[in-house]
């Protein structure tokens, strides 16, 4: 648990990246020299897969420089933005067993599978306790269809903090926003987080009374559930003593949350729920899902009729209704990158602080073996991952040496990710990080 203390020293962090360095100029010291390597890691995982020729441009076939090359049509908004892109290809995840979805095995990189349950920490949790404590370290938002967002809002398939333990990804933007923001708002949603606020409580309190007749394996699931309680409950404590700081980043609530026309009114509310986390200094660590890692997913809010799993058996290459697919997501990937841009931080902004991801839950297809799983990365980390180019590399390196790598540049001495020696023997053709990747 976060200490009153400290929980203020962190939020001060995200005040001096908003506001500037003279209202706390030694955080803001201490935050602008940490490690040369990224203080804030976002993942965005598409599912059914990421064709590699949606995203490399077609004269390249080797190694080089993206300048002077034009994107492909599915990733054109990324254009203005190339020198901060880095195309990579050729990493694989044989070892994941991807066939619909890796799922916990995308971001683990060990083998996942529908109902396997996670074996070890997920990169994205792994880097929230590498970088600086924040109030919340790890926040995962999943997109999917209206009727999975309402029906499931806590689906969890992606990350995970442990063996056997999930990290639940909201999926409903009022859920998320009542958690965040309902502390500081007024009317009905004050009401509302109030009314969830009395009820957390009790079920706390039920749930420990009901645990202390447990023994053994249901005495422990039974202690997980009552310290998940006990965390939204500690957060929410902790986000109302920094509540006139929050003021300044919550977004306006508008007919999107409670009368969406479509389900990208949802993806588009829970994207800005997202970054107002990132930008107010409340976690460093953002992953989205869309599809949630699963094979469903609905895009009706672009005109696309098809829905999950029918999409991963049409090809993406060249294909209409992939192209506004991939697209969509790009001018989130725009949105995301232009909007960290506007806050200054150090001497310069928060996306030079800032790695992206882009890459899928499940390689290159929904129906694949993962021996080509291609990767987008955006942002360089305050210098420490090569910019503006494409590497392919020659599909003998793990998606683990990617991830090896990042925990690299936050300041962790990892040769490896979640791959034993003997596993590595089978399939890691080398040790420790991408040296094509970082600087």
Known sequence: MISRRKSLQTIATGLCA??????????????STFSGGPRRVIFFLQNQGFDPATCIPDSMRNSGSLAGVKLPEPIEALEPHKEKLHIINGLHGLHTSPAH?????????????????????????????????????HLCIGMDSMENMTAKPTVANLSASGAGQPIFMHSNPNHLYQMLYGGISKGEIRNRHEARTSMFDRIEQLAGNKGETLRGETKQRYDHYVQGFQAVNGLRDRLGEVSEHLRHFAPAVDDRYTQPEFETDWHDV???????????????????????????????????EKQGHNLG????????????????????????????????????TMMDNTLIVYTSNNADAQHTNGATWPVMLL??????????????????????ALYASILRASGVNADRFNMSEKLSKKFDSKTGPLREVLV
């Open 101 to 137: 979805s890796a799922f916990f095995g995308a971001l683990g990189g060990y083998r996942g599978s529908d109902g396997v349950p996670p074996s070890a920490p997920t990169i994205d949790h792994a880097l929230s306790k590498a970088l600086p404590e924040t109030l919340l370290p």
């Open 270 to 304: 829970l994207l800005d729920l997202g970054i107002s986390a990132l930008k107010s200094g409340v976690t460093s660590v953002l992953t989205v899902g869309s599809g949630r890692g699963e094979i469903f997913g609905s895009w009706k809010g672009l005109g696309v």
């Open 313 to 348: 058996h049409m090809k993406q290459a060249d294909n209409p209704i992939w192209v506004k697919i991939r697209q969509y997501n790009s001018r989130m990937l725009v949105k995301l990158m232009e909007e960290l841009e506007s806050v200054p931080e150090g001497s310069g």
């Open 379 to 400: 942002g360089n980390c305050n210098g420490a991952f090569k910019t503006g180019r494409f590497t392919q590399l020659d599909g003998s390196r793990p998606i683990n």
């Open 18 to 31: 908003a506001f500037g360095s003279s209202m706390f100029p030694g955080w803001t010291q201490a935050a």
